[in-house]
């Protein structure tokens, strides 16, 4: 049968949570930047599909191409990992120590492969800034899209900053269920259709994604908004950081672990 059943999808899961968490530098950083582009190159697509079509929805049915890139490479994706390590810890195959150590690395691959995209993007699509970015629908767009993940968090303070936080929660809970749904199936057809269903759905809702931000915003800034890195990380980066951490952890990891995998009496 194809088909995985929970039990065994947890003991999966803790077993991926502690291989990764054993990994050296190297692997974190080059498995992050490869992540991080491609979710880079799924947002651009999606992006392009909405503005030619009008159609917000298509953007959110193509998007999930970088996740099952990333899946199926075994590459590293910090919102995954916010899932994976936690419970690996909590049932003693891995440590605090190696959970800090993953995210921290992964986080700064998936940084730097985001914002190396971005300028490759800026650099393709601007020709090298010959072209006014605002006469391009979808670098338009990424640009309103940036200002709005961070000016319009901003403008209601402290208000702004737990809205982004809970849209992260929101997100990272159905990212991280996408990585999760890649152990339902034992078939790559089977993984591909069982991970695309979360992904779509939170690319189509707007929520939060603080890696697909780490393309989003720098694109943005390089294309012209009105915006500065401070906004960015103040208005953005950290609370959604942090609302990733909570959804991915609480909402897949461990409801799924206290749930199918702590051993019965």
Request: proline share 3%; charged share 10%; with cysteine.
């Amino acid at each position: 049968m194809a088909y995985v059943k929970p039990e065994e999808i947890v003991e999966n899961m803790l077993q991926a949570g502690a291989k990764k968490a054993g990994l050296p530098i190297k692997d974190l950083l080059l498995r992050g930047f490869l992540a991080g582009a491609f979710l880079g190159y799924a947002t651009t697509l999606a992006f392009l599909a909405a503005t030619q079509t009008g159609l917000g929805i298509v953007g959110a049915i193509v998007f999930p191409v970088g996740f099952v890139m990333i899946i199926l490479l075994g590459l590293e994706l910090a919102t995954g990992n916010f899932a994976l390590i936690p419970i690996a810890v909590k049932d003693q195959r891995s440590s605090i120590g190696r959970l800090l150590y993953n995210w921290t690395w992964v986080l700064i691959g998936n940084l730097i492969g985001g914002v190396v995209y971005a300028i490759l993007y800026v650099v393709v699509t601007t020709k090298m800034g010959h072209v006014d970015p605002s006469n391009i629908a979808a670098a338009q767009r990424i640009m309103d899209v940036a200002e709005t993940k961070t000016l319009g968090y901003a403008q209601y303070g402290f208000d702004g900053t737990i809205s982004a936080f809970t849209s992260a929660l929101l997100c990272n809970w159905m990212v991280t269920l996408g990585a999760v749904m890649a152990f339902t199936s034992t078939t790559t057809i089977g993984k591909i259709a069982a991970m695309w269903l979360p992904i779509m759905t939170f690319f189509a809702l707007g929520y939060e994604h603080a890696i697909v931000n780490m393309f989003l915003i720098p694109a943005g800034i390089l294309l012209g908004a009105e915006i500065t890195i401070a906004d960015w990380w103040l208005w953005n980066g950290f609370p959604v950081i942090a609302g990733n951490i909570v959804g991915g952890m609480i909402f897949t990891g461990f409801l799924l672990y206290w749930s199918f995998g702590q051993k019965r009496d």
